[in-house]
């Protein structure tokens, strides 16, 4: 009886305890009025930049990087790289995996050593930092191939990158 009656009283408080404001760990702060400012993440500095020359083919296939199918997915709009206004300005971002929302995000990526910038439509996934077409990083790069750079990246509205 004693267990019984311990189970009635813990589900009581349970209901109680949800109740209750957050206090201090409550996210969600009113003094920011957007979605976009409560939930701005900061970007890592500085990252990596890679290079993967299967970008640079016109005919390849959104249906074969992360951001294929699915909500998010570009696929259905963009069937071949080529397609994408910013081709051979594509590549990874270490902010997408299948389906999401990032899909189609604009990046500024500026090389810290000899401060060139590129827009880059990320497309698919890159682990740490970003992998790019090898056209977009010799652009990035001054010419040439030498792996990695550091960069620092900036997301930028996707309507910069015609997305």
């Keep these: 009886m004693i267990y019984f009656t311990t189970f009635i009283i813990a589900l009581f408080l349970t209901q109680i305890a949800r109740a209750l404001p957050q206090g201090c760990r409550d996210h969600v702060y009113p003094d920011l009025s957007t979605l976009d400012e409560q939930f701005n993440l900061t970007i890592p500095s500085p990252l990596e930049v890679t290079f993967d020359a299967t970008f640079d083919n016109p005919q390849g296939l959104l249906n074969n990087v ?50 060139r910038a590129i ?3 990320a497309i698919d996934t890159a682990g740490a930092g970003f992998n790019i077409a090898e056209a977009a990083f010799k652009v990035l790069s001054g010419g040439t191939l030498g792996n990695p750079l550091i960069v620092t990246a900036q997301k930028i509205p996707e309507t910069v990158c015609g997305i």
Excluded: E, M, Q
């Design 66 to 115: 992360a951001c294929s199918n699915g909500d998010n997915g570009l696929a259905s709009r963009f069937p071949t790289f080529d397609t994408l206004p910013t081709f051979p300005f594509i590549g990874g971002a270490y902010d997408i995996v299948w389906n999401s929302p990032n899909c189609g995000g604009c990046w500024k990526i500026t090389n810290t050593a000899n401060n």
């Design 119 to 121: 827009h880059i439509t």
